[in-house]
């Protein structure tokens, strides 16, 4: 009978107790610095591997925080401080411990990272959640034969993972063997493995709503790390054509796609080293937390509930991965990002700073979230490392990512320079039109409008792309070429009917850069109806009722968008909402929201106008209320004679 998986059913119950006697968030004021830690506490008192203790968060005396910074174990992750988080969760009861068979896990990977197997081994061993009706899970096989191939035991630690695979969710299975035997030296299996995987045909989804999406990025993976394996063996034509696979599935992204495959040969922009035994242990946990998070979303989903709030279960598993291999920085990169998506900024530096080698791209990512900190300074500081240290190869990558921040710091000093740098280092087609694409967001945040829509164009005219053109629209709209802007919105949702993103484009600007309120609201409608938990597409639903006079309406979605992006602002809705509560008499309400807008980084032309109205109020009348068309979800197709 093969053996069972009982992680997925555990989560909820982990949460729980990860998150027991959880506290309510901290101000931000009170975050500036770590609180200081009891001497009692200032070094673990389990043991813990270097790579757990270099993730310790320190106080202004250069010493661990230690647990009494915690008020429980999911305060640690949020924190990135997998010293504290490994130390808490050794001291819960073997009986909680017992809810998830995730917790000795943890710590048997710890025990992993410090290279002591046998401990890890005996974790697992004596566990209580390690055993069912089954008998011995299959994820506590499937690390029982990393921990095999950690000691030189390659025939065992094969044969261990086969027996395990079964059992583990989604591709993850199938996808650590090969990384296993590739890391043990047994490339050609890996190989099999990789195009046993692949699937004979290849569908790409066709907007970001839809379902195939999920399907298409675990293909994506699949070719992605085969061909790369091929090129690692010097088999370059093979891995080119097992990656035009992807490209003939996406022919738009030709040129993109043209660009990879030109790295495939030259090696330029590819870091793509040869996987060893920790570095393929750690991609291979990354997947299974990853399939982990996949389930519990479609589980939610279909049970009718939504997705909110931080993921500690990822999170916590991710981070505790990272300790096998501190080095990997594509997971480094998707634990900061999982931490900024839930505006965890202390974390999002401290994950980044803490990594055992400082690279230009954890400097960016640092910078960003000191940024959103308010210590601008400090963040200047990391741009001007990042800026230092980049290597040749990086430095493309590194001025994008300084442009931006400063771009986000309002500071236009020496852009114009860093653009023209960037098109010049700029090699290749896609790498071009990505410059120009750049230079028209940039343009576009310090008011030069004009460039803003000349750089679009460029970008377009190199890459012409539903992205581009939908980027080309709303520039052109911002300088008052509406007819043409129009003409591309149209065009496109001929080719996507579908797609929410593209019909919430069309209609906002149609009631923003036109009268044809009626026909924005119907396409507004539409795109609600498609992705109705989408914030974006509810505030832009919310703007035409306000457009037609329905003020409560616009009210209520655009503050149910406001909720929905907690705990970030967006500085259009925030601008939107001081409209409707200006012109519903609530003035304090109104300013209050202009000045969360002003903070949240509007482009320069709205800069200006909110703070007129934050000194004179409005002076434009209320909109004039107006009967509402006639919608459904199924009305309103376009045909070229409408273009």
Not at 208 to 223: A, C, E, M, N
Not at 349 to 377: D, R
Not at 470 to 485: Q, T
Not at 585 to 603: F, I, M, T, V, Y
Request: aromatic share 6%; charged share 25%; hydrophobic share 40%.
């Amino acid at each position: 009978m093969r053996a069972r998986l009982i992680l997925a059913a555990s989560a909820l119950t982990l949460s729980m107790t990860l998150g027991a006697c959880a506290t309510p968030a901290t101000p931000a004021a009170e975050l500036a610095a770590p609180p200081e830690p009891a001497p009692a506490e200032a070094e673990p008192s389990v043991a813990l591997s270097p790579a757990a203790r270099a993730t310790a968060v320190l106080g202004s005396n250069g010493r661990p925080v230690g647990i009494s910074a915690y008020p429980a174990p999911l305060d640690a992750v949020k924190a990135g401080d997998m010293a504290a988080f490994l130390e808490m969760t050794s001291g819960l009861s073997q009986e909680d411990r017992d809810v998830s068979p995730l917790f000795d896990a943890f710590l048997a990977l710890d025990r992993a990272a410090d290279g002591d197997t046998e401990a890890a081994r005996d974790i697992l061993r004596t566990s209580g959640s390690g055993e069912g009706e089954s008998g011995e899970t299959g994820f506590y096989a499937f690390l029982d034969a990393w921990l095999l191939a950690l000691e030189g035991k390659p025939d065992e630690a094969i044969e261990r993972h086969r027996g395990a695979a079964g059992a583990m969710p989604g591709l993850t299975g199938d996808l650590s063997l090969a990384a296993m035997l590739e890391a043990l030296g047994r490339p050609e299996q890996a190989l099999a493995v990789y195009e046993f995987m692949t699937p004979a045909e290849i569908e790409a989804p066709e907007h970001q709503f839809d379902p195939k999406g999920l399907l298409y990025s675990h293909i994506r993976t699949v070719i992605s790390r085969h061909a790369l394996l091929l090129q690692r063996l010097g088999r370059i034509e093979e891995a080119k054509a097992v990656y035009q696979k992807l490209a003939d599935a996406e022919p738009e992204e030709a040129i993109s796609y043209a660009a990879a495959l030109e790295s495939l040969e030259t090696g330029k922009n590819l870091d793509n080293e040869a996987l060893d035994v920790p570095a393929a242990f750690t991609q291979s946990l990354a997947d299974v937390s990853r399939a982990l998070q996949e389930q519990r979303i479609i589980r939610t989903i279909m049970m009718g509930g939504r997705i909110e709030g931080f993921d500690d279960q990822r999170s916590a598993f991710d981070q505790v991965a990272l300790l096998i291999n501190p080095e990997d920085e594509g997971l480094r990169a998707a634990v900061i990002d999982q931490l900024y998506e839930s505006a965890l900024f202390e974390g999002v530096a401290h994950v980044a700073l803490s990594a055992p080698k400082e690279t230009a791209s954890l400097q960016i990512a640092a910078g960003q979230a000191l940024i959103m900190l308010g210590e601008e300074a400090r963040a200047r500081q990391a741009v001007a490392r990042a800026l230092e240290i980049t290597d040749e190869d990086d430095r493309l990558q590194t001025l994008y990512g300084a442009l931006q921040l400063q771009t986000l710091m309002n500071d236009e000093t020496g852009t114009d320079a860093m653009v023209e740098e960037v098109i010049a280092l700029a090699t290749n087609t896609a790498e071009l039109a990505s410059a120009h694409g750049l230079a028209a967001e940039i343009n576009d945040q310090f008011g030069d409008l004009e460039s803003a829509a000349e750089h679009a164009a460029k970008a377009r005219e190199l890459d012409d792309t539903h992205d581009r053109r939908m980027a080309l629209a709303n520039a052109l709209g911002k300088v008052g070429k509406v007819n043409p802007a129009l003409a591309l919105l149209r065009t496109e949702r001929l080719g996507r009917p579908n797609d929410p993103y593209t019909l919430n484009s069309l209609g906002y600007f149609l009631i923003e850069h036109t009268d044809k309120y009626e026909e924005g609201f119907r396409v507004l409608y539409r795109a609600r109806a498609l992705a109705e938990r989408d914030p974006y597409i509810a505030d832009s639903l919310g703007w035409a009722y306000y457009r037609l006079g329905h003020l409560k309406d616009a009210q209520r979605l655009i503050e149910q968008s406001r909720a929905d992006l907690k705990p970030h602002r967006h500085w259009e809705i925030e601008s939107h909402l001081g409209d409707i509560y200006w012109h519903q008499g609530d003035k304090a309400a109104a300013r209050e929201a202009w000045q969360n807008s002003l903070d949240n980084r509007p482009p320069a032309k709205v800069r200006a106008e909110l703070e007129g109205k934050l000194a004179n109020g409005m002076t434009t009348p209320k909109p004039k209320r107006q009967a509402l068309p006639n919608v459904s979800i199924s009305e309103d197709e376009i045909d070229r004679q409408d273009i």
